[in-house]
């Protein structure tokens, strides 16, 4: 069965510095992922997507991931982060052919401190 | 703003009442989801449509949820008998089925809470 792990619930980083937020998946066939990001009472933005090619993405917002197959891994990064991008983050795996739903993690909330 | 949007964002109810939820997805997007999202939770799937047919049902909706998409393009989503544990934050995304990749783009949400 389809899995997203996100092993952290809650990060604080102070501003400035760098992040990493953890994702590990479970899927029986080739998967695509995503990381969306959720201020609070909001939906779901999309911050970046992998489907096939080159393993390290580029998202919106100064978001990269990193697709590592053998770890079975997506891992979202920032260099240096904002005040702004305290939020919930999740991760997210699908289908590749696009005919089922997204499973999503629990979520990793992320503070950011002066 | 072409994305999607969900009427109402709040509503609350007493239990026992109906309640029906709104989605218009992108407008070229065929493909519209619903998923349910508690707190501390991801979003979880509930049904998703490819036009105007209902593809695809999660054993999370009960029999008290009924969902529709009459013409292929707004959705609707109805609670009867609501239960406190119906209390979510109710979302619906949209995408255009056959373009590469599957990401969905949601709305902003209904938040459901009942009393």
């Known amino acids: 069965a389809q899995s997203v792990t996100q092993p952290d619930i809650h990060i604080t980083v102070s501003e400035g510095a760098s992040l990493e937020l953890r994702c590990n998946y479970s899927?029986?066939?080739?998967?695509?992922l995503f990381w969306y990001v959720q201020s609070p009472g909001q939906g779901l933005q999309l911050l970046l997507k992998y489907f096939s090619g080159d393993t390290l993405v580029q998202g919106i917002k100064g978001f990269e991931a990193e697709f590592k197959r053998s770890q079975s891994s997506f891992n979202l990064r920032k260099p240096s982060v904002h005040w702004s991008d305290a939020a919930e983050y999740f991760c997210a795996v699908g289908a590749s052919s696009g005919n089922t739903p997204l499973v999503f993690g629990k979520g990793t909330r992320l503070s950011v401190i002066a | 703003d072409t994305g999607v949007s969900q009427d109402p964002r709040h509503k609350i109810t007493k239990r026992g009442q109906n309640v029906t939820f709104r989605c218009d997805p992108i407008?070229?997007?065929?493909?519209l989801y619903w998923y349910r999202q508690t707190l501390g939770q991801g979003p979880e799937f509930l049904t998703y449509?490819?036009?105007?047919?209902?593809?695809?049902k999660s054993r999370l909706l009960s029999d008290r949820f009924s969902a529709e998409r009459p013409k292929g393009s707004f959705s609707t989503l109805e609670i009867q008998r609501t239960e406190q544990g119906d209390s979510a934050m109710y979302l619906c995304?949209?995408?255009?089925?056959?373009?590469?990749?599957?990401?969905?783009?949601f709305g902003p949400g209904t938040r459901l809470t009942v009393t």
């Open positions: 995304a949209s995408r255009r089925a056959g373009t590469g990749g599957n990401e969905q783009y």
């Open positions: 449509f490819q036009n105007e047919a209902q593809l695809e």
């Open positions: 899927y029986g066939a080739t998967p695509y």
């Open positions: 407008s070229e997007h065929n493909r």
